[in-house]
């Protein structure tokens, strides 16, 4: 009775529902239709137990960045595990691999971000920077100084901390009461909220709202923006070219740090090491993970300027900090993660090859009559389903059942695409290839005519 890739997939699928409670999934579905099981993955393939191939467009959740099956990290893990499995950073103890990822992360880290607090998960990281920057305020004498401002649709995690940061009302309606200084400003979301503006004026409207709110309540009491440089699981909405540089103006003139979440744009995903060079800003928090460790294992961190980093080290103990902060498995792993990156220049292959091939073909979805928009930046996009095109209309009734019905028809024409509501969206590896790419896209296209 071992349980194993070979039993019938009904069995492993009745196993799972009647002992494995899913994330973000309902169990009573999951009674009904089974879960699907993965069984193994190479390159950009996924197999399932019933031996289906499915291009997975979404790179797992947006953090398989150097692609499946690659034999180096798992015998990196494997040399750690053996040599140390585990020790903790804590009480001035410390680790080869620790201090190695942490330093290979000051050397590719934008501008001054050479300090590195880690966490297990994004989520993790980003209960961190509220502490963080809270302590920040707190030690140079502004303890007043403790609201952060994020956005409407903003996901930047599943703690009650991540919960609190985001902007998605269904991950705080759940009966807990939300962290108190967390206030939200609209998304720059132009498909869906722009109305007759350009763009252009759409993005610094959207911006300014960082202005208005930080003279709302009080200069003196605003400590952080928190924001995606491009949102992810809000469907990858891509700001106008004018938002972020206005961001960051607004975060200057009034001395509120910046902390750019790059769980998801970090490590390449853009095209860039990092979504905020993308985007030309200068935060001085970044919050990593997925791409990290390429999702091989579970890491995550807050990347921090030297500024802030010496006020926070100089002020004594900072009360906060996780079993696995530093694990020195998951640092040897995304160590491992960092050099095939580089030394295989896989960002570079992104930027000047692989994503203008991507985008070329991406944004040709456009001529299908379901789709209105189609955004991509480096290796992640998004296409508007819409009824009708020239009116930027949604589906007004049960809004998100087109995008669930196309996800199924992608799924059962092997691609996992994933959608937001009515948006489709993919963020493949960064390893895909050209033909790969051909194919991903004959799939959607037979998707979406299948659901049109
Ligand atoms: N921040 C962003 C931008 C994310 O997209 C995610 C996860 O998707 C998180 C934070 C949370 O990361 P994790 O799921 O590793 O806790």
Redesign the pocket.
């Known amino acids: 009775n071992v349980i194993s890739n070979h039993m019938p997939t009904a069995d492993l699928q009745r196993l799972d529902a009647a002992h494995h409670m899913h994330p973000f999934t309902a169990g009573s579905e999951l009674a009904e239709k089974g879960a699907r099981v993965i069984t193994s993955a190479k390159g950009v393939m996924l197999t399932d137990s019933d031996g289906h191939q499915i291009l997975d467009a979404m790179s797992g959740?947006?953090c398989v960045n150097i692609g499946y099956g690659r034999e180096e990290l798992a015998e990196a893990a494997a040399r750690q595990m053996r040599e140390l499995p585990y020790y903790n950073t804590f009480f001035q103890t410390t680790h080869v691999p620790a201090i190695a990822l942490s330093a290979k992360l000051a050397e590719i880290a934008p501008r001054d971000l050479n300090h590195v607090f880690y966490a297990g998960?994004?989520?993790?990281?980003?209960d961190t920077n509220i502490r963080l920057v809270r302590h920040y305020w707190a030690q140079k004498g502004q303890p007043d100084r403790n609201i952060i401002i994020s956005r409407t649709n903003?996901?930047?995690?599943?703690?009650l901390g991540?919960g609190s940061l985001g902007g998605m009302s269904g991950m705080q309606n759940q009966g807990v009461p939300v962290i108190p200084g967390i206030h939200h400003i609209d998304q720059p979301d132009w498909w869906s909220e722009g109305g007759d503006m350009s763009p252009h004026d759409f993005g610094l409207a959207c911006a300014r709202q960082l202005e208005d709110a930080i003279k709302q309540h009080g200069p003196d009491r605003v400590a952080a923006f928190i924001g995606?440089p491009v949102q992810?699981?809000g469907g990858v909405i891509v700001p106008p070219d004018s938002y972020w540089p206005e961001i960051q103006r607004i975060c200057d003139d009034y001395g509120i740090l910046l902390i750019a979440?790059?769980?998801?744009?970090g490590f390449g995903r853009t095209g860039h090491w990092f979504g905020s060079d993308y985007m030309g800003i200068r935060p001085d928090i970044m919050?990593i993970?997925?791409g990290l460790s390429s999702g091989y294992a579970?890491i995550?961190g807050s990347l921090v300027c030297d500024e802030v980093a010496q006020v926070v080290n100089d002020a004594g103990d900072f009360n906060h900090g996780y079993t696995y902060s530093g694990h020195p498995v998951a640092c040897a792993v995304a160590l491992e993660n960092l050099r095939i990156l580089q030394e295989e220049r896989i960002v570079e292959n992104v930027c000047n090859k692989i994503a203008p091939y991507l985008a070329d073909k991406w944004t040709q979805l456009t001529d299908h009559p379901l789709v209105g928009e189609a955004k991509i930046v480096g290796m992640m996009g998004s296409i508007a389903l819409t009824p009708d095109k020239a009116a930027r209309a949604k589906f007004k009734a049960d809004a998100g059942t087109v995008g669930l019905h196309c996800r199924g028809r992608c799924f059962d024409n092997g691609l996992v695409m994933r959608h937001v509501g009515d948006r489709m969206i993919i963020a493949p590896p960064l390893v895909i290839t050209e033909s790969e790419i051909d194919t991903l896209i004959d799939r959607a296209v037979q998707s979406l005519d299948e659901t049109y």
Not at 261 to 265: A, S, T
């Open positions: 959740l947006w998960s994004g989520s993790e990281a980003n903003a996901y930047h995690g599943s703690t991540g995606e992810g699981a979440d790059e769980v998801i744009c919050t993970a997925k579970p995550g």
